[in-house]
């Protein structure tokens, strides 16, 4: 049991602990900023609200949409007030950034941070564009990291406009950071413009590519551990099983003189090594969490400790199988025999 406890012990200590370390830092920049593709088009470009249209039809897009140009706009008691831009927006997830699907017409929802500039943190009043028109404040927008860079945030919801609407910017989100390559070479073929000199595109593929390595080095790392660890506890837990099958080998030879069955005899031992080491596994999950707690390192996810404490299982289970054959092959007239 306390090799068992110790094996767990050990590799949560160990891989267990890079790998709460390797999605801590995955996390970092598994993020929809590492997989947005940004397209930016200049006044004249003819890219319109259409491309959403034809990117509904491409699959590992997590999230588009379509905004216009950036037209300034003020809170409608203060005209001389801190200027804040405003953007249509088109795309029919709107719902991700905190606009209710069916939202009012001529409602403005703006960041925390843009509420603050225009003077209406309690999301109460509206705004005044430069053109004279006026929009009440519909609500607050949790700003997601994929529109951080422009903060402040105040968007005009529109879902399905009548008729094509120019487009300033494009913003796709992949669903994975590794689709971002094929995805831009996918995106780029839809988007249609008139003068395609007049687009730039911008992608995180730089991001998604030092992830991938960053995965494949600690997830390396972390499998050669773990299988190095299981190898040696399968060897120790077979070593000390055939140790204790000779010193009882007499036990079991009366246990068969009374009638017990070899298959018995195997599936005693077998039984006993699966309590041992359940109890084991216990005892070294337990006290790797708690060490882990203390020592404020982050902890590995629920499925590789219990992926963890299956492997040790079984590897205990296999490792015992050799011994207790041994063990149930033994004859009762050989080891009950008095010299």
């Known amino acids: 049991m306390l090799i068992i406890a110790g094996m767990v012990l050990a590799v949560m200590l160990t891989t267990g602990r890079t790998v709460g370390a390797e999605d801590k830092v995955l996390a970092s920049i598994d993020s929809a900023g590492t997989r947005t593709i940004l397209v930016r088009a200049e006044p004249g470009a003819g890219l319109t609200t259409d491309v959403l249209r034809r990117l509904s039809h491409i699959e590992g897009i997590s999230w588009a949409g379509a905004f216009s140009e950036a037209i300034d706009a003020t809170n409608a008691r203060i005209p001389d007030g801190t200027r804040v831009p405003v953007r249509l927006v088109y795309g029919a997830g709107l719902g991700s950034l905190g606009i209710p699907p069916a939202a009012p017409a001529r409602l403005a929802y703006a960041s925390q941070e843009a509420l603050a500039q225009l003077g209406l943190p309690d999301v109460a009043g509206g705004i005044t564009l430069t053109d004279g028109t006026t929009y009440g404040i519909g609500g607050r927008i949790t700003t997601p990291e994929f529109l951080a860079d422009f903060e402040p ?44 000199t007049k687009l730039t595109i911008q992608t995180s593929e730089t991001l998604a590519h030092l992830r991938s390595i960053i995965q494949a080095q600690l997830g390396g790392f972390s499998r050669q551990l773990l299988i190095g660890l299981l190898i040696v506890t399968g060897i120790l837990v077979c070593v000390i099983l055939s140790g204790l099958v000779m010193l009882r080998r007499k036990d079991f030879g009366r246990r068969r003189a009374l009638g017990a069955t070899r298959t018995f005899i195997l599936g005693l031992l077998l039984f006993q090594t699966t309590v041992l080491a359940l109890a084991g596994i216990t005892l070294g999950a337990v006290s790797a969490v708690a060490l882990l707690l203390v020592a404020g390192d982050p902890l590995p996810r629920a499925a590789f400790t219990i992926a963890l404490c299956v492997l040790t299982l079984l590897t205990a289970v296999v490792a015992a199988l050799l011994p207790a054959i041994v063990a149930s092959r033994r004859e009762p007239i050989r080891e009950l025999r008095v010299p």
């Open 153 to 196: 945030v105040v968007v005009l919801p529109e879902p399905a406009p009548r008729a094509p609407q120019a487009v300033s910017l494009l913003l796709i989100v992949a669903a994975h950071p590794e689709l971002v390559g094929a995805l831009t070479d996918a995106v780029t073929s839809v988007l249609a413009p008139t003068d395609p």
